[in-house]
């Protein structure tokens, strides 16, 4: 079973929807968690992280963790046409050196 | 991009042949990371480096050579390329892992025909 789990997708919404990515994850010692956004042939861009459970909110995208689940998720409202790219979940620990990782989820937003 | 620069940007080379690439940053992190990225597969860690001289393995080392030695820079070297080391590599970057952010290059592509 991999650490970090995600749906590929791809998902495809309508513009102006609201859209759901999640990721789930099994080390119960995951502390900090992130979204990254990947445009094709680019390299992925940090959109968020949080730190244990909670909300954060950032303009039009809310993360959110919910540990006792092993849950996160990633809400975006509003959604544009430039949203459409690759979302990669990824968490660490507060010791240790190394990054985890989801598959990604490519979603597409049509005009 | 954080101040990180990758080079080549891509790459075409033949089986068999030393490749090596190269990460460079202006942010002075301590840590840097080698990526491969693939279709199924996602990010997948092959080196990093915790500081100057100081690495380690990660999920796919095998055919993979790493080198620091300077803060600012992070060679990923494939001692004999083999077609399965096609693929997208991407450098990363964080200050501290505690810390939460990790900061990708734009990548290299490289093919190995």
């Not at chain 2, 996602?42 to 380690?56: A, E, F, W």
Request: charged share 20%; glycine share 8%.
């Amino acid at each position: 079973q991999k650490e970090v789990e995600q749906d590929p997708g791809p998902l495809s919404v309508p513009e102006g929807a609201i859209v759901s990515l999640n990721c789930t994850y099994s080390n119960s010692a995951f502390q900090y968690f992130m979204w990254y956004r990947q445009y094709s042939r680019k390299g992925p861009e940090l959109l968020m992280y949080t730190y244990s459970s909670g909300n954060k909110e950032d303009g039009r995208f809310t993360a959110q963790v919910d540990k006792s689940s092993k849950y996160i998720s990633l809400f975006i409202r509003d959604s544009q046409p430039s949203d459409s790219a690759t979302y990669l979940c990824a968490m660490n620990l507060l010791t240790g050196n190394q990054f985890y990782f989801g598959t990604g989820t490519s979603l597409t937003v049509i005009p | 991009d954080a101040g990180i620069t990758q080079s080549p940007r891509h790459k075409v080379t033949e089986t068999g042949t030393p490749v090596t690439l190269r990460c460079h940053q202006t942010e002075n992190h301590r840590y840097m990371y080698w990526y491969r990225q693939d279709p199924g597969h996602g990010l997948r860690l092959i080196h990093y480096s915790y500081g100057v001289k100081d690495t380690d393995k990660g999920e796919v080392s095998d055919g993979y050579s790493v080198s620091r030695s300077k803060t600012e820079d992070f060679l990923l070297t494939l001692e004999s390329a083999t077609s399965s080391q096609t693929s997208v590599y991407f450098c990363a970057i964080s200050e501290s892992v505690g810390q939460g952010e990790q900061y990708f290059g734009p990548g290299t592509r490289l093919t190995v025909t």
